[in-house]
């Protein structure tokens, strides 16, 4: 029998409390490198943007950061260039740079890390949503269209969610299609999820209340921007609970957990409703430009509501318009006739 050497033990034992350490740093090291990667990438892939509210001057101060620069943002629409100003580019080494809009893009130092900043002045014809009966009805309200403010990462794709925070006034609300995250009297968060470049979406800035109308297991959040126009509030939230009670009667509950309802009102428009739109960019949304001076049996007795929320029962198929509106056109009436609200003499 061999008898151990208690100096190989000792040996042993030192060369293992002398590797530890490596083993340990080394592991350290690798964690770290792993953790860094991941907070970089998280940082390229949150798209964060912070937005800042003018609301005396119907402003959007837009700020984006990135850990490492795309090659470009870019717009949407074709008529953005027109509407961004004052686009800058803070890197890195401290030195702010001046950029322009070429057309739907903006080219930014790819890899850097930084910050662009650029405002979207949203007021006067410039802003085709902004007529002159509008801005002198709603003196402190605005409604723009999403793609003609937000340019996007040229990374954006299927994985993308984007979490835009809005810094505004105490009494401003903002009314948009995406979920909210949060809301303070001067703060507003939403996220953001992926929906197609082709897909179009509002959103509403000023003194105006945002309900939430219960809708069986839905919820619409429902914005009056009533400007200057007197109205009757009730009346207006039975139109809106009774014409998408309609369409929910179809399939026994509303199609969209949560939507957005945009109620424009403008005097002098004529019929009850004279206009109506879904919208489908980062959620459902739906438009109503809505005529104050008529009674409340007209908006009941109006067909549009109706059409625009049976839009939402089917997918949104831009390439298939004549299904989508051939649909509609089908449920605006049978929605009603189903709720009382059309009959054998209707």
């Known amino acids: 029998m061999t008898k151990a050497n208690p100096d190989d033990a000792n040996a042993r034992q030192i060369a293992e409390l002398g590797a530890a350490p490596k083993i340990t740093l080394w592991t350290v090291f690798v964690v770290f490198a792993v953790l860094n990667v991941s907070h970089v990438n998280a940082a390229i892939e949150s798209n964060e943007y912070l937005i800042n509210i003018d609301h005396l001057h119907k402003i959007l101060k837009v700020q984006r950061c990135f850990a490492a620069a795309p090659r470009y943002l870019y717009a949407n629409s074709d008529s953005a260039d027109r509407l961004i100003r ?22 930014l130092p790819v890899g850097e890390e930084g910050c662009l900043s650029y ?19 709603h003196p402190h309200e605005f409604i723009t269209s999403i793609d003609s403010w937000l340019w996007k990462d040229s990374r954006y794709q299927r994985s993308t969610k984007m979490r835009i925070k809005f810094v505004h006034q105490r009494g401003i609300n903002v009314s948009a299609p995406w ?11 939403f996220l953001v999820k992926y929906t197609p470049d082709s897909w179009a979406g509002m959103i509403a800035f000023g003194r105006f209340e945002v309900e939430k109308l219960p809708l069986g297991n839905s919820r619409l959040r429902v914005a009056v ?17 009774k014409m998408a009670g309609s369409v929910a009667s179809v399939g026994g509950e509303f199609p969209i957990k949560n939507a957005q309802v945009l109620v424009v009102l403008q005097s002098g428009r004529g019929e009850a409703v004279p206009w109506g739109q879904v919208n489908r960019a980062g959620g459902s949304g739906v438009l109503f430009i809505v005529n104050p001076d008529r009674p409340e049996y007209e908006l009941m007795a109006d067909w549009t509501a109706a059409h625009e929320f049976s ?35 209707t």
Do not use: C
């Open 86 to 107: 004052r686009i800058y580019w803070n890197g890195d080494k401290d030195v702010s740079r001046q950029l322009w809009a070429e057309g739907r893009y903006i080219y």
């Open 179 to 189: 979920s909210l995250l949060s809301r303070s009297e001067t703060e507003t968060e």
């Open 311 to 345: 839009h939402l029962l089917l997918p949104y198929t831009p390439d298939d318009r004549w299904l989508s509106e051939g649909f509609a056109s089908y449920y605006q009436n049978i929605s009603r006739a189903r709720s009382g609200l059309l009959d054998e003499k």
């Open 225 to 241: 921007l009533a400007g200057n126009n007197s109205y009757h509030k009730a009346s207006i939230m039975r139109w809106v609970k």
């Open 119 to 137: 405002q979207v002045s949203l007021q006067g014809k410039r802003n085709r949503l902004s007529s002159s009966r509008f801005n002198q009805q």
